[in-house]
């Protein structure tokens, strides 16, 4: 089984540019991370987000993204969110999850873009590409329903009822 609550080290970590902006679904997300570290220790960490420019700049505002998130990967397991990705149910994320957790002490980083997604050259570096849906989603809410699976997989791997 997965590592404890009481591990020494962050084992799930979850990158994003620039902080939610919607109260409502903010709210939300603090929920479930206070949620989750109640299980598992999880770090999130809001990165610099481009501003101020136009989405016609989408490389740029991409490319600034970018070097705020890579900063934070060190020798983690990187986990990008992508429509490329391979899509899974509640259950087959909850035993990828118990696997790589139980299977190495690295980091796991899920790493969620903004509003234009990711750069190509962070999806290069990642070592797994997850979808969630085939449906496309606002950044903000793709947030949440993260959180949300991390948080549902969580229950499962420590035998806490989940409401359906």
Request: charged share 35%; net charge positive; with cysteine.
């Amino acid at each position: 089984m997965m590592g404890g609550r009481d591990s020494p080290f962050i084992k799930l970590k979850i990158l994003w540019p620039g902080k939610t902006r919607n109260r409502e679904i903010r709210n939300l997300q603090e929920s479930y991370i206070q949620k989750i570290n109640r299980l598992e220790k999880c770090e999130v960490i809001e990165t610099k987000e481009a501003r101020g420019l136009e989405e016609r700049f989408s490389a740029k505002i991409k490319k600034i993204e970018a070097e705020g998130l890579e900063k934070h990967f060190g020798d983690d397991y990187i986990i990008c969110l992508s429509e490329r990705g391979k899509e899974m149910s509640s259950k087959e994320f909850s035993r990828f999850l118990e696997r790589r957790m139980s299977s190495s002490s690295r980091t796991m980083t899920f790493v969620v873009g903004g509003f234009l997604g990711l750069e190509e050259r962070i999806m290069k570096k990642a070592h797994f590409l997850l979808s969630l849906s085939k449906m496309t989603f606002s950044h903000e809410l793709t947030r949440l329903f993260l959180l949300e699976q991390i948080y549902r997989s969580l229950t499962m791997l420590k035998g806490h009822q989940y409401a359906k």
